[in-house]
């Protein structure tokens, strides 16, 4: 048990610091912020650990590691307006996959959260499943009209 805690929490300070570690070309400075475990029904403590370091904590884009990245993250709060009005699951679902490329998250390994949720809980379909469900929605819930 104690081995698989370790495991989980070396993988995702690995993804904290990979996610990170994408930096402007006028720093060298590296940004790590350590993640813990969340519970995977709760997506606000999900994205408060895992989405707030560069979203922000109100999903504008403006969170503490966003002037280390390329690009300024996304704002968060108006996927919806950006998208004719319709939120998109299936895109949300794809970029925590790690199947969709956004300029400014770099390469597609950072972050790729969906590989790990499933090393967080046991590693099964339905569990990661349930993660990137409940995230989702609360990033439905902050949509602005």
């Given at each position: 048990?104690?081995?698989?805690?370790?495991?989980?929490?070396?993988?995702?300070?690995?993804?904290?610091?990979?996610?990170?570690?994408?930096?402007s070309s006028q720093s060298n400075q590296k940004i790590v912020i350590p993640v813990t475990k969340t519970a995977p029904v709760d997506g606000r403590a999900m994205y408060v650990n895992y989405c707030a370091p560069c979203h922000g904590a109100d999903g504008?884009?403006?969170?503490?590691?966003?002037?280390?990245?390329?690009?300024q993250p996304v704002d968060l709060t108006l996927l919806g307006r950006g998208n004719g009005g319709k939120f998109p699951v299936m895109h949300i679902d794809a970029v925590l996959q790690g199947g969709s490329t956004i300029p400014s998250h770099g390469t597609r390994e950072m972050p790729v959260w969906g590989p790990i949720f499933a090393t967080m809980d046991r590693g099964t379909y339905q569990e990661k499943t349930i993660r990137i469900n409940h995230l989702t929605a609360y990033l439905r819930s902050m949509q602005t009209p």
């Open positions: 048990m104690l081995k698989t805690i370790s495991m989980i929490a070396a993988a995702a300070l690995f993804a904290a610091g990979a996610g990170y570690g994408a930096q504008k884009g403006n969170g503490p590691v966003a002037p280390a990245l390329r690009q």
